[in-house]
T-cell receptor, first 112, second 112 residues
């Protein structure tokens, strides 16, 4: 079953706007939550990651917000640019696991 | 620096034919290695992972197999391809005890 649920499936944002992608998980053993960015025909690349001991992490225009009690985390892209148009995946992993559990992805289109 | 090589980039194979996809990692030793498959709307599905030479864990029973004949070489194989094997196959690696996952550029497999 899908251990990480991601929404929305697709998103259209105007240039300069804020893109928000949400993920939810059930397994409380998860302790590592990365976001990956994938451009067409390429492999995903790590964008930003967070651990549950903090509620927010910011790197440039990208911010992860984490709500441990709700078992939810989200990616915010501030001042979205056309170059941000890509597919974004959230993921989660427990300390005893080897592999990441990925969401189904969000296709983001930033219009000029 | 570490790099991951995956080939071929695209492959068209008839149903019933064999498959061999190869992945190699440079610049690190004893990596964890992974094969993922990406299908439209289904996100990234973990197929196999390996924590050492000759050690393979299968996440999804299917028509595929994996092998790790050398420390930094990971091979995905099939004796007879099915139409349902079509997809984008991604090799990835992570360091021992490191959650960060690094993906190759992928192979687009079309089974006709």
């Amino acid at each position: 079953q899908q251990q990480v649920k991601q929404s929305p499936q697709s998103l259209i944002v105007q240039k300069g706007g804020i893109s928000i992608i949400n993920c939810a998980y059930e397994n409380t053993a998860f302790d590592y939550f990365p976001w990956y960015q994938q451009f067409p025909g390429k492999g995903p690349a790590l964008l930003i990651a967070i651990r549950p001991d903090v509620s927010e992490k910011k790197e440039g225009r990208f911010t992860i917000s984490f709500n441990k009690s709700a078992k939810q985390f989200s990616l915010h892209i501030m001042d979205s640019q056309p170059g941000d148009s890509a597919t974004y995946f959230c993921a989660a992993r427990g300390s005893s696991g080897y592999a990441l559990n990925f969401g189904k992805g969000t296709s983001l289109l930033v219009t000029p | 620096s570490q790099t991951i090589h995956q080939w071929p980039a695209t492959l068209v194979q008839p149903v019933g034919s064999p498959l061999s996809l190869e992945c190699t990692v440079e610049g690190t030793s004893n990596p964890n290695l992974y094969w993922y498959r990406q299908a439209a709307g289904r996100g990234l599905q973990l197929l196999f992972y390996s924590v050492g030479i000759g050690q393979i864990s299968s996440e999804v029973p299917q028509n595929l197999s994996a092998s790790r004949p050398q420390d930094r070489q990971f091979i995905l194989s099939s004796k007879k391809l099915l139409l349902s094997d079509s997809g984008f196959y991604l090799c990835a690696w992570s360091g021992q005890g490191n959650e960060k996952l690094f993906f190759g550029s992928g192979t687009q497999l079309s089974v006709l």
